[in-house]
């Protein structure tokens, strides 16, 4: 196995992808794009783009076992991570160390979008289960935060108290 090798043997092939190309998916309803899946890095990384609207952004949560990196491409967010909050703009990158509790909220009045990363991969598995859930206009209520909450479990996310 070389260094351009996945985990398994396979040898890694070189990837552009666009925007245009990447899927789109809608976890929580928010538009998001894979522009790398995990299974294109050797599970090194995965690497979404996200956009949120006005006001948008999740729950302080943390991730086992799973480092993230943020960069922001267009808007302005206030982002906290382990205690820090700051307003953040284009061209800031941010880690969010594995088990670090962190959080962001789009606080402009324009759509925002960030590049994620996550390393080792699976924030693209994780994201197109919660779009799968979505799918069907039911919402997140009582079922469908039993089904969050299991896939949280597979996924070593945690959502702060």
Do not use: C
């Not at 070189?14 to 522009?35: L, S």
Request: aromatic share 8%.
């Amino acid at each position: 196995m070389s260094a351009h090798d996945a985990p398994d043997g396979t040898a890694l092939q070189p990837r552009i992808t666009t925007f245009e190309e990447a899927e789109e998916i809608r976890p929580f309803g928010t538009p998001a794009r894979i522009m790398l899946r995990t299974e294109e890095t050797g599970g090194a990384f995965s690497a979404l783009l996200v956009m949120h609207g006005p006001g948008e952004g999740p729950p302080p949560h943390s991730h086992a076992g799973q480092a993230e990196y943020f960069f922001v491409v267009e808007g302005t967010y206030e982002m906290t991570i382990a205690g820090e909050t700051r307003i953040i703009g284009p061209g800031t990158i941010v880690f969010a160390p594995a088990n670090t509790i962190h959080t962001f909220k789009n606080i402009g009045d324009t759509t925002a979008k960030m590049l994620d990363w996550s390393l080792p991969g699976g924030q693209d598995h994780y994201f197109q289960e919660i779009d799968e859930m979505g799918k069907g206009g039911a919402g997140f209520g009582p079922e469908m935060m039993e089904r969050l909450e299991e896939t949280n479990r597979r996924h070593d996310v945690t959502f702060a108290k």
